[in-house]
């Protein structure tokens, strides 16, 4: 903490660290932030209620400077899930509920399906693991067919396999161009 400190005065504000520092100042409030969550959950955790206080004080400033999302960030990404959810629902939705499994799926089945998928987002969410909303629930109704004993048909398993499996690397691969592009630009 003392070595975050010294960097962010040596430039008189967060605002006037130069770009080089900035990744190297950032990791340093990431890593901070993080021992001081691990330190505070450890069972053993034997600090009195006033230093406790002003780690998790101190906590919240560093969270305040490096975990943001910029208003533009939320619109964007919002008007383009919306976007996409207006113009492809009827394909996700004839897809989830009867492409994946040889029959339709029930109301029971869909209900289980996510119920389960509830449940393991909600626990990727508290250990802070990445998890794909649809490739969970897909995956759900898939298991919710082999239990129901109607089975997988072949072709769309194979497709959302393929969409498991390329989706890591397109997504880095169109993050980066678009970056590239980006930097051009501007």
């Known amino acids: ?42 069972p053993q955790q034997t600090l009195d209620s006033d230093t406790r206080h002003q780690l998790l004080q101190f906590k919240t400033h560093l969270d305040a ?18 976007l996409g959810t207006l113009v492809g629902w009827k394909r996700i939705v004839v897809t989830v509920g009867e492409k994946i499994g040889k029959t339709h799926l029930s109301y029971a089945q869909g209900a289980s399906a996510e119920m389960v998928a509830m449940c393991t987002i909600g626990a990727a969410d508290m250990f802070g693991l990445p998890v794909s909303t649809t490739h969970v629930l897909s ?24 969409a498991w499996v390329l989706t890591l690397p397109a997504a880095m691969l169109l993050a980066a161009g678009l970056y590239w592009l980006l930097n051009q630009v501007f």
């Open 139 to 162: 995956s759900g109704v898939a298991g919710t067919m082999i239990a129901n004993g109607s089975g997988i048909q072949k072709r769309t398993l194979i497709n959302l396999l393929l």
């Open 1 to 42: 903490t003392g070595a975050i400190a010294e960097q962010v005065k040596s430039y008189g504000s967060l605002q006037r660290v130069p770009a080089e520092a900035m990744a190297n100042v950032r990791t340093d409030m990431y890593l901070t932030s993080e021992a001081i969550r691990l330190i505070d959950r450890h």
């Open 65 to 82: 400077a490096t975990r943001y999302i910029p208003l533009w960030v939320k619109v964007a990404v919002a008007l383009a899930l919306g």
